[in-house]
């Protein structure tokens, strides 16, 4: 079993800054890629940003630039820095974990941004 907690969400104005971590635990050996997905009401869920084990990123257009996502190995920690939030950021933010070939998924974190 893997267990995935979320936290750092909350209601914050257009311009402000949020950040979100995630900690994994449980049977995580060969825990690899860790990242973050959002779903906004009424859309599908989309990807946020991920990270390899090595600290290689991905980021969505639609964050870059604005979002930083980070981990901390030693810790089993991902985190998503996200500055100059815009109304559209608004969603539902869920961890995400790839451990030997499964992925896993925390329950969400609401991010609500206001204008």
């Known amino acids: 079993q893997v267990q995935l907690v979320e936290s750092g969400g909350g209601l914050v104005q257009a311009g402000g800054s949020l950040r979100l971590s995630c900690v994994a635990s449980g049977d995580i050996f060969g825990i690899s890629v860790m990242g973050w997905y959002r779903q906004a009401p009424g859309r599908q869920r989309e990807l946020g940003a991920v990270?390899?084990?090595?600290?290689?990123?991905n980021y969505a257009d639609s964050v870059k630039g604005r979002f930083t996502i980070s981990r901390d190995n030693a810790k089993n920690t991902v985190y998503l820095q996200m500055n100059s939030l815009k109304p559209e950021d608004t969603a539902v933010y869920y961890c995400?974990?790839?451990?030997?070939?499964?992925?896993?998924w925390g329950k969400g974190t609401q991010v609500t941004v206001s204008s």
């Open positions: 995400t974990v790839r451990v030997r070939q499964m992925s896993y």
């Open positions: 990270i390899t084990t090595g600290g290689n990123t």
